[in-house]
């Protein structure tokens, strides 16, 4: 019986269409998403193979390995590097705790990278072994969908295979993207950029998103010279205003150099480096030059016009509240969709997923007060509305308390960086719409916040929590002057 597609808001109906197939559940893509929902449903009973491409710290159309872009070469590569970049700011702070360091401090890149691609291919194989211990049949290769019930993999050496199945589950993700511009072929993504075989002294960097304000602080960090470009007044576009602000100030106080505002037009190779030259007319010479200007969904080899599976203008596969897409056996969640794109979220979709087809229980994702985290030195973190999202969203005035202090390290290793904290407060229901905060621990912090917001904690609830001192956390429970009032006919025109 074949079922049909879903309407926002209509249960789907997950019937047994009485064929025989190899499988009850074929996924493509071994990342989060796609390992989380072939667990989850060999849980529940299903049979579940997944295909995966062969191992390799940089992706391409044959390359991937278990894990995924944020296991291989996004989050957890990304943050060691913070990790590495963070030590230079501790050497200068120990100073005045009484650390004599006499001497240069030498560094040796080499070793990080060792170390990362270490860690990167123990989790390829942990994430293997999760699989296998949870009775999923792996198999090595590129899969694309012949028909509603079928994929073929592609494997390593060029031979085929069919696969039928009563379900299909595409998780395979998004891939980096070059700006169309001359010599775009001298520039990098993100991931050559965690595989580097030297540190570069001069990095430049197009972008003004999550990736580009990390690398920016990673290389800066590490003991380059680096150049960010964006279009924007403000790098990180989307998030709160304010705290993008600040994000800002922070990255040139630990001296990056900022150009917003400004495009680069072309790239070219010299003898001393790469050229770069913007859209002002100006020039610099650069070792390295990251384009971190988005991410395409990773969807080009699946076959899905063939069958039928519809697709927006970049490549995301369209689906509905539930997962589903306009063929009713095939799935799909995480990056290929273009939703939220988070590792948590697509674990989330996933496990949704699982649940309403093999689980029994009719589940769909929710979005709401979903936190994040920019790992940029310091960090800054969010959760719920920003400002500018709740003045566009509300109707009722809003209630803004703002914190900005000298953490205590600071105020004995005397550098000069302020963390701030704000609260976006309903002045009607008194409820908490949203959180952020940039400074050090901001992640740690904010998880512990979005589980308050995601329980409706209110103002009042703040107010009445008994804080932890001393702790940067507790200022999210003394904030008790409110900065200003804001109303909604009133809310700013920004072109940041």
């Not at 494997?155 to 085929?160: A, H, N, T």
């Not at 800002?248 to 150009?259: D, F, M, P, V, W």
């Not at 995480?334 to 674990?347: S, W």
């Amino acid at each position: 019986m074949a079922r049909k597609m879903l309407k926002d808001g209509e249960a789907p109906v997950v019937a047994d269409d009485g064929g025989s197939y190899d499988y009850d559940l074929f996924v493509i893509g071994a990342g989060s998403g796609g390992v989380r929902g072939s667990r989850t449903a060999a849980g529940f009973g299903a049979k579940v193979a997944i295909c995966e491409l062969p191992f390799h710290p940089i992706s391409s159309e044959w390359l991937g390995g278990h894990g995924g872009t944020c296991v291989i070469r996004g989050c957890v590569p990304k943050k060691i590097l913070v990790y590495g970049a963070s030590f230079r700011g501790e050497f200068d702070d120990a100073k005045q705790f009484g650390w004599e360091i006499n001497g240069d401090i030498n560094y040796n890149w080499k070793k990080l990278l060792e170390n990362k691609t270490q860690e990167i291919v123990r989790l390829n194989g942990v994430y293997k072994r999760i699989l296998g211990g949870s009775g999923v049949t792996m198999i090595e290769g590129a899969g694309s969908i012949v028909d509603a019930h079928t994929v073929e993999v592609t494997q390593p050496d060029g031979s085929k295979q069919r696969h039928t199945t009563k379900h299909i589950l595409i998780a395979t993700g998004s891939r980096a993207t070059l700006v169309n511009i001359p010599g775009k072929e001298l520039a990098i993504t993100s991931d050559e950029a965690l595989s580097l075989e030297e540190l570069p002294k001069r990095a430049v960097i197009l972008g003004g998103g999550y990736i580009a304000v990390e690398f920016a602080s990673i290389w800066k960090g590490l003991g380059a010279e680096v150049d960010l470009f964006y279009r924007k007044e403000l790098p990180l576009r989307g998030f709160d205003d304010e705290m993008r602000t600040v994000v800002a100030s922070n990255l040139e106080g630990r001296g990056i150099r900022l150009h917003p505002g400004t495009n680069l037009t072309e790239l070219s190779k010299t003898a001393d480096g790469i050229k770069v030259v913007t859209d002002k007319g100006d020039e610099l010479i650069a070792d390295v030059v990251l384009f971190a200007t988005g991410r395409a969904p990773n969807s080009n080899r699946l076959n899905l016009e063939a069958v039928g599976v519809e697709v927006d203008q970049i490549g995301a596969i369209k689906v509905d509240e539930y997962s589903r897409t306009s063929v009713p056996s095939i799935w799909a969640v995480g990056d290929v969709t273009n939703r939220i794109n988070l590792t948590p979220v697509a674990l989330m979709e996933a496990t949704c997923f699982a649940k309403t087809v093999f689980g029994g229980q009719i589940v769909k994702p929710d979005y709401k007060d979903v936190p994040c985290a920019v790992f940029c030195i310091p960090p800054l973190s969010v959760v719920g509305l920003s400002e500018q999202e709740a003045l566009a969203e509300t109707k009722n005035d809003l209630l803004i308390y703002t914190s900005s202090f000298n953490p205590m390290k600071n105020s004995i290793s005397k550098r000069v960086e302020k963390s701030t904290m704000k609260l976006v407060v309903d002045a009607e229901t008194d409820k908490v719409l949203g959180a952020a905060m940039c400074g050090p621990d901001a992640a740690e912090i904010m998880q512990g916040i979005a589980v308050a917001l995601k329980a409706g904690a209110t103002k009042a609830t703040f107010d009445s929590t008994v804080g932890i001192h001393p702790s940067a956390a507790e200022e999210f429970v003394t904030m008790r002057t409110l900065t200003r009032r804001v109303s909604p006919p009133s809310k700013p025109k920004t072109n940041l």
